[in-house]
């Protein structure tokens, strides 16, 4: 079976995330708890669906190598890195963002959020950045 149409689904997974948490500041800047609510929820879903996902790919395809050359390689590397390095704080910090909104917790919500929402942004971003780097525009 070819799973290298995951890359491409995780990238969309990865920018329908960030339409979610976009959408979800906004609501909650503008005091729409219900949307901000409904928005964070399928942020978090699909977020989870996509490192379903992407663990799927990575054990049946493996690593890609990135072959650009000159300026560009740089700038790849830095933001990879700073993708994945990051990436790996958003389960736990979207998790414990996500249920002490859910148990209306919002002292404590809003103390993680603060620093979970900026990060799982940049994650999703970057994630879709990362791709169009690898893959080219589609």
């Known amino acids: 079976m070819d799973w290298s149409h995951l ?7 990865n920018f329908t995330s960030a339409v979610f948490l976009g959408g979800g500041y906004w609501a909650i800047r503008n005091k729409r708890i219900a949307v901000h609510r409904a928005c964070m929820i399928a942020a978090f879903a699909v977020s989870v669906l996509f490192l379903i996902c992407y663990v799927i790919y990575h054990v049946q395809v493996g690593s890609v190598h990135y072959t650009g050359q000159g300026w560009l390689r740089p700038v790849y590397f830095s933001i990879l890195i700073s993708h994945v390095t990051l990436a790996f704080t ?34 999703s971003v970057t994630g879709v950045i990362v791709y169009l780097m690898l893959y080219g525009l589609p």
């Open 7 to 13: 890359a491409g689904v995780n990238a969309s997974l």
């Open 90 to 123: 958003v389960p736990v910090l979207a998790t414990m963002a996500l249920f002490r909104g859910l148990r209306a917790d919002f002292v404590r919500h809003r103390a993680i959020a603060v620093w979970a929402w900026p990060i799982w942004m940049y994650v």
